[in-house]
Structure formats: C-alpha cells, structure tokens
C-alpha cells in the first residue's frame, strides 16, 4: 500500500499522532455476543503462515502460502473458491490467485472482509517474512472464519443470521517494482473488475479491508479515502468494547485493495496501522517480524470486526 497525509508533509503530519499507546495485559472486554474473539489461535495462524518464509509472486514460498490458505479451508469444508488469473507485471505475465471463503446468510446482503497475503517481491533478496504486512491479517481471517463457522453451526438455519459474510484473500497488493496505479492492487483491481461484471457488487453492503493491524501498539488510523459512514460504524464498534483508544486518533490517507471497490461505489474501510515501529521503521523490512505483534491487538481486531457485523446486520 501507499499513503500520504492530507495537506502536510510527512514529518510534519507527524505531529497529528497521539503518544503511542501502551498495551495492556488485562484480559479483553467480551463483545456483545458473550464470546471474545480468539486473538490466540489468530496469532498461531499468523506464526505457522510466517513460517513458511518470504512469499513474493513466482517464488516456491507463494506457493506454499497459496497451498497453505487453500489446506486450512478445505479442511474445515469451507465454501471456498480460487480465483486464479495472469496479472500482467513489470516483470512479465504473473500467476496469481485470490481465495474466497462464502459463509451464507439468511439475507441477501454480503459483506466482506478482506486482506492480501503475500509479500514484496522487490524484497525478494532480503528476508522479509511480512509477519505483520500480509500475515497477521491472514491469520486473523482464519480465526474469523473459525468463529463464523461455530456461529453457523448453531443457528437453525445453518446460517448466519443475517447477511453472508465472505472472507477474501488477495493476491499481488504489493507492488513489483515501484507503485503505480498499474504496479500494485492486481488482486483487488482483478476481483472488483470480475464482480462488477457480473452483478456480485450489487450485493455488497460494506468491504472491510484488514491491513497491517497486528502491531503490539496498535494505533489504527483514519483512512480518509474510505467511506465516511462505514468508518463512523467501526468507530461505533470500536466505542462498545472499549476500544476507541486505538481507533481513529489521527488521519491519513491510503492507497490499498480496498480503492477498486470505491472507485465502483461500494462502501469500503481500510482498517490499518501505518505508524509501525519507531517512525514507520519497521515497514517493509527484515524488521517486520512475529516479535512485533501480538495476540492481544488481533484480539481486539477480531471483536471490532465481528461486532461491525453484527451493527452493519442492525442497518
């Protein structure tokens, strides 16, 4: 992803962030449901997917990432579709491949949430294992997933009630080379352009992109190129749990998978903690790694999540 800050500079926009936040040790408030989210078994996934080392486009550890995602849902029966395509990159034709996992509802609504699982192959000659760009969020999907599916296997229906909820996993956010508008979002830009031809957009409430949010001081901006309404609702969510802390406390303003459903009217949030290690310095480097997040953050993102859920199902 890319970001800027509005009407400023970068160091001095700087100054717009609160004193970074301590992290607490005490145990997370419940969310509305009665059950908290397992930020544990999240974090588990993120160090089991972290694991298998880098994984830029065409290298041997992408497709261990791909098989990985595919494993985790087939396993559990899961509805979940491959959305393979050829990205045309700097560096030629790419294979690439989205996941789609379908929980259905007994509405017609769908929302979605989303995130990328790769990483930079422009870092491909350093160890650059993306535990928190890519992996934390791809962790913290899964154990949605886990807590959707136990929901599903409650209710009478056998589905959630209210609208389906779909867990997406996107291929090729990073850039090749250098981001353009061309060289970045080939997931995101290829899914939205299919969705729309297709009608599938139509369906969609609201697109929550995850982000880079498993950082241990999390501090998760305001991203000032999502929709206005659906930032004011994860700010809700955020409020009932006592989270607000670490929500919205300072602007900026993103380029990220979630532009290409935007720029076609869907509702869309990024939810993302730019401000990762000492000014940003962790970012895209062999710094970014599982020492750095925590079971308590995806904790915390899991709730806001499913209780954004549970608000968006009330509209």
């Not at 001095?12 to 969310?31: I, K, S, W």
């Not at 908290?36 to 997917?49: C, I, M, S």
């Not at 299919?194 to 139509?202: H, M, S, V």
């Not at 970012?283 to 549970?310: N, P, W, Y």
Request: proline share 4%; aromatic share 10%.
């Amino acid at each position: 992803m890319i970001f800027s800050f509005p009407r400023l500079g970068r160091i001095a926009a700087g100054l717009l962030f609160l004193a970074p936040l301590a992290v607490e040790a005490q145990q997370h408030p419940l969310a509305r449901s009665g059950q908290a989210f397992d930020g544990a078994r999240a974090l588990e996934y993120v160090r089991e997917f972290v694991a298998i080392g880098p994984r830029w486009p065409t290298s041997p550890g992408h497709a261990k990432a791909e098989a990985f995602i595919r494993g985790h849902f087939e396993r559990d029966h899961d509805n979940l579709e491959q959305d393979k395509f050829i990205a045309d990159t700097p560096i030629g034709p790419v294979e690439m491949c989205n996941f789609i996992v379908r929980y259905p509802g007994t509405n017609n609504g769908v929302i979605v949430l989303a995130t990328h699982y790769e990483t930079n192959y422009w870092l491909r000659n350093i160890d650059y294992v993306g535990a928190n760009d890519g992996g934390s969020t791809t962790g913290l999907l899964m154990a949605i997933g886990d807590q959707l599916r136990a929901e599903m296997a409650q209710a009478p229906a056998k589905k959630l009630d209210g609208d389906s909820v779909w867990l997406v996993f996107f291929d090729g956010e990073e850039a090749i080379q250098s981001w353009s508008a061309s060289d970045s979002t080939y997931g995101s830009r290829h899914l939205a352009a299919e969705w729309d031809r297709d009608g599938t957009l139509k369906r969609i409430k609201a697109f929550l992109l995850a982000d880079m949010i498993g950082d241990k001081d999390l501090n998760v901006q305001r991203d000032l190129n999502s929709t206005p309404w659906l930032i004011t609702l994860v700010g809700d969510a955020a409020r009932r749990l006592s989270d607000q802390k670490y929500f919205f406390q300072s602007e900026i303003q993103v380029e990220d998978d979630h532009l290409p459903f935007v720029e076609r009217g869907v509702p869309s949030i990024d939810i993302i903690d730019m401000d990762y290690g000492p000014n940003d310095s962790y970012h895209h480097t062999a710094q970014d790694t599982m020492d750095k997040i925590s079971a308590h953050s995806l904790t915390i993102d899991g709730d806001v999540f499913m209780e954004s859920i549970r608000l968006l199902n009330q509209q």
